[in-house]
Structure formats: structure tokens, C-alpha cells
């Protein structure tokens, strides 16, 4: 026969999870109704993301720019963070490491002078 005692800890474990995250979801809900934040009226619901009010079709296809920025921010965001844990222990890594590094950011240039070059980076 088994023994379920065995168990208990990661049912209380399982317990406790429920419970804060069930707290962490439904208790700023409560306080929104009780301090009487879930009034809604034109001003709360009117767009805030860009400034002005949206004046055409929210399906519309986006200029393929907008995604070329985007995906050139997230290419440069992982360089940055790629080099500084990098620059951090460069000395105890030794060549190896540094020469890998070269390389990896040589490619990364090439990459912006390709992208510059394309236009890419160019905005009407």
C-alpha cells in the first residue's frame, strides 16, 4: 500500500500557491470596486496608447517599417545584452572568448550595414 503522508508537503505547497496567487489576482479587483475606480466614463475609455483618436479600421495592414525597426531594436537589445556579462569576466575567459566576441559583433555590423544600406533604416 502506498503512503500518501508522502504527499502532504506539495499538496500544502500546491495550497499556498492557489491562495497568493488567487489574492494576487481577485484582491486588486475588490479594491478597484470598493474605491470606486471601475466607474467608467468617456474620458476612461477614450485611446490613450498613441494620443488621438483612431480614424481608421483597427485591421489595417502596418507599413512592414514598423516591423523592420522592431525587429532591428531586438537584434541590438540582445547585443547589449550579450556584451555586458561578456565585458564583465572578458579577462578571466581568456582569447578564445574575446576572438568569439569579435566575430560575433563583426556579424552584427555587417548586419547594420546591410540593413542601412536596404534603407531600412531610412524613414519617410
Same mark, same amino acid.
Given at each position: 500500500? +502506498? &503512503?500518501?503522508? /508522502?504527499?502532504?508537503?506539495?499538496?500544502?505547497?500546491?495550497?499556498? $500557491?492557489? $491562495?497568493? %496567487?488567487? #489574492?494576487?489576482?481577485?484582491?486588486?479587483? +475588490?479594491?478597484?470596486?470598493? #474605491?470606486? #475606480?471601475?466607474?467608467?466614463?468617456? /474620458?476612461?475609455? *477614450?485611446?490613450?496608447?498613441?494620443?488621438?483618436?483612431?480614424?481608421?479600421?483597427?485591421? *489595417? /495592414?502596418? &507599413?512592414?517599417?514598423?516591423?523592420?525597426? $522592431?525587429?532591428?531594436?531586438?537584434?541590438? &537589445?540582445?547585443?547589449? $545584452?550579450?556584451?555586458?556579462?561578456? =565585458? +564583465? *569576466?572578458?579577462?578571466?575567459?581568456?582569447?578564445? =572568448?574575446?576572438? %568569439?566576441?569579435?566575430?560575433?559583433?563583426?556579424?552584427? =555590423?555587417?548586419?547594420? +550595414?546591410?540593413?542601412?544600406?536596404?534603407? =531600412?533604416? &531610412?524613414?519617410?
Amino acid at each position: 500500500m +502506498v &503512503d500518501l503522508s /508522502q504527499y502532504l508537503p506539495i499538496l500544502i505547497f500546491l495550497g499556498i $500557491a492557489l $491562495a497568493l %496567487s488567487s #489574492t494576487f489576482v481577485f484582491l486588486p479587483m +475588490v479594491v478597484a470596486r470598493l #474605491t470606486g #475606480t471601475h466607474k467608467p466614463n468617456e /474620458q476612461k475609455l *477614450s485611446e490613450y496608447e498613441c494620443g488621438f483618436p483612431a480614424f481608421e479600421d483597427p485591421r *489595417s /495592414q502596418f &507599413d512592414v517599417r514598423f516591423y523592420l525597426i $522592431a525587429i532591428l531594436f531586438i537584434i541590438f &537589445d540582445l547585443e547589449a $545584452a550579450f556584451l555586458y556579462p561578456w =565585458a +564583465v *569576466s572578458v579577462f578571466s575567459l581568456g582569447w578564445t =572568448a574575446w576572438i %568569439s566576441m569579435m566575430i560575433f559583433i563583426g556579424e552584427l =555590423a555587417l548586419g547594420l +550595414v546591410y540593413a542601412w544600406k536596404k534603407g =531600412a533604416l &531610412d524613414w519617410e
